[in-house]
């Protein structure tokens, strides 16, 4: 047996309460290298007295087997969950490898014989420890979260009301080349007025890109934290808009850029002025006094772009200044935001701008001034990567979650795809990050293929819309919730930033009306189903760019194929009553299904 394979890491996401009585346990081998791993658990201070003997409560048999869960290239991955009554835990393995027996604790990993050391394998000096589940420990995240179908709306570009001022560019007239300096007069009130339609969609959640008052388009150069950009309406506006997205179940979340503001804010243009003597100048990080040293425009504004600044700043843009978060005076400011929104608008979620180049010790602060308002305020991260750092329940309940894009980008899209997977690998790299997280974590995650800051996903997939369906069709029988960027639904294109940022397409002549019901269908499922927000996902093929994979009672198969294929059905199926689930259609018992080429069957 590959010794060094076996890995377990106490009070981690191979370790965690998964509620108040129950751990989450996870072992990993070499892949195909053990015939079988049991779990010895108890509480360390229970013994019982038999035949005048103190007998240790975790000295019982059978013990509890673990169940082989996922594996990925090189790994096999072992899960059970158990617990004792009084939540204190010492625990240890038995691993099961071609007739012998390995014990594996926190201080030995050994060949053990069951009868001759049954003292070694009962002496709990070498177990793994968990000491106690303390409930406000718990990962607290809304219970809200997992059934949200989330809408993002980059505001400027998608609807322009009736109310609103001239002296923007006609709404949509412009279709390529689009930038961030281009306003076309999208606001509040166009958002109101095309709540039906998101309603008649399914959405139960908004995300706004940054609405804040600011000199670009995209407005995450933030000039005024407390005030709604003019472009889009008053506050009182976005207070009705609130009002109306609750009154038919859709929840708001804004976006916090408070990792960097704008040039034009108030406290950096105190700092232009009057360098050190400032009371601001510790809000930012500058090198030294003189650092406007690059040429300005006629409106005292940056004219240069990506440069290296004598001050820190978001990329390399002398546009966006980065506030030091640990500073009293900013710190403070920014919790005033962050509470203010939540206390006098009654939003319902965060999304933290570049929130991995922001301190811990301020996210952690952030989340208990909010909570405190709020208890079951959404908080996520823009992370692009791996984000435990951060999930640990006392910074955020989630991250947009790019670890579930990478993989669908490179198995369905071809575009711009340098590095495309099989479906062998687009199943170990999902495996992957189902392992990455605890569970109670997982099912909070925001899911997304497109957003303001990638290309479209109809780009990506080189205009095909069944290979749009399948991406789509993922996310949303994947845990946590499934997000659209507003116009994939119609079959909005667009490339990397700002194209991707294009006028929404509201003449039914210019959208996509059977991808629109593919997507209506789809939500109204994940919202009937409830297998389809599971966490665990059980594999039943994974080649030939082929999927067939099982969450509960629930059987999907994707063809990543340009040809249609006829599928040998998996034996647990095989000549079983299926029922079509997006057809409603019982179909007759068979032992193979034909696929059409990238299409895609939901059974149940």
Same mark, same amino acid.
């Given at each position: ?91 240890? %393995? ?47 995240? !809304? ?26 560019? !006609? ?10 300096? @281009? ?22 959640? *908004? ?84 650092? *406007? ?36 005076? @900013? ?68 991250? @947009? ?102 006028? @929404? ?13 593919? %997507? ?11 297998? %389809? ?14 999927? *067939? ?56």
């Amino acid at each position: 047996m590959n010794l060094a394979a076996i890995r377990h890491i106490p009070k981690s996401r191979m370790a965690y309460a998964a509620n108040e009585s129950k751990l989450h346990l996870f072992l990993q081998t070499a892949k195909n290298d053990v015939d079988r791993v049991e779990l010895i658990i108890g509480d360390p201070f229970e013994w019982r007295l038999e035949n005048d003997k103190y007998v240790w409560s975790g000295n019982l048999f059978p013990l509890q087997i673990m169940e082989k869960i996922y594996d990925t290239e090189l790994y096999d991955h072992y899960f059970v969950e158990s617990g004792t009554p009084s939540t204190r835990a010492k625990y240890a %393995f038995l691993l099961y490898s071609q007739g012998k027996t390995y014990f594996y604790g926190c201080r030995d990993l050994k060949e053990v014989d069951i009868v001759k050391d049954k003292i070694f394998i009962h002496d709990l000096v070498g177990y793994f420890n968990y000491p106690y589940i303390n409930e406000e420990d718990l990962v607290d995240s !809304p219970a809200w979260t997992k059934d949200t179908v989330w809408y993002q709306i980059f505001l400027d570009r998608f609807n322009k009301s009736k109310d609103q001022k001239e002296g923007y560019i !006609p709404f949509g007239s412009v279709t390529e080349n689009i930038k961030n300096n @281009m306003f076309f007069g999208g606001d509040l009130k166009g958002v109101i007025e095309k709540i039906p339609y998101l309603v008649d969609l399914g959405i139960t959640g *908004i995300y706004f890109t940054p609405i804040f008052k600011a000199y670009s388009a995209h407005k995450y150069d933030t000039e005024d934290y407390f005030t709604i950009d003019p472009s889009f309406g008053t506050n009182d506006d976005f207070k009705s808009l609130v009002n109306a997205c609750h009154s038919v179940g859709i929840k708001v979340m804004l976006d916090a850029v408070f990792n960097h503001c704008g040039w034009d804010h108030p406290f950096f243009q105190d700092v232009i002025k009057n360098k050190r003597n400032s009371k601001y100048w510790d809000c930012f990080y500058i090198k030294e006094d003189h650092f *406007i040293d690059f040429p300005l425009d006629k409106n005292g504004r940056p004219a240069v772009h990506n440069i290296i600044p004598k001050f820190k700043t978001f990329a390399m843009t002398p546009f966006m200044p980065k506030l030091n978060t640990s500073n009293p005076i @900013m710190e403070k400011y920014l919790l005033d935001v962050a509470q203010y929104w939540v206390k006098e608008y009654d939003i319902d979620g965060w999304r933290l701008d570049v929130s991995n180049e922001v301190s811990h010790v301020f996210w952690r602060k952030f989340r208990q001034a909010v909570r405190k308002i709020k208890p079951d305020l959404y908080i996520i991260g823009e992370n692009w990567d791996d984000s435990t750092p951060w999930l640990q329940g006392d910074q955020f309940d989630a991250v @947009m979650n790019y670890e579930i894009s990478y993989p669908l980008w490179q198995f369905i899209s071809t575009y711009k795809n340098p590095y495309p997977i099989d479906a062998e690998k687009f199943m170990y790299r999902i495996n992957n990050l189902l392992l990455s997280y605890p569970k109670n974590v997982a099912i909070n995650m925001f899911n997304l293929v497109s957003s303001h800051d990638t290309m479209r996903i109809m780009t990506r997939c080189e205009n095909d819309v069944n290979k749009v369906k399948l991406t789509y069709l993922f996310i949303f029988s994947f845990c946590g919730s499934p997000a659209i960027y507003y116009g994939d639904e119609i079959g909005m294109q667009g490339d990397h930033d700002p194209d991707n940022r294009r006028c @929404m397409l509201w003449d039914n002549s210019q959208q996509n009306q059977l991808l629109l019901s593919f %997507f209506k269908k789809l939500i109204w499922l994940r919202k009937s189903y409830m297998d %389809f927000k599971l966490v665990d996902i059980t594999w039943h093929h994974a080649k030939n760019q082929v999927l *067939i994979y099982q969450k509960g009672s629930i059987f999907f198969i994707i063809n990543n194929n340009e040809n249609e294929l006829i599928i040998t059905l998996p034996q647990v199926i095989r000549n079983k009553a299926l029922t079509d689930l997006e057809t409603d259609v019982i179909l007759p018992k068979s032992e193979t299904m034909v696929i059409p080429s990238y299409g895609y069957r939901i059974l149940k």
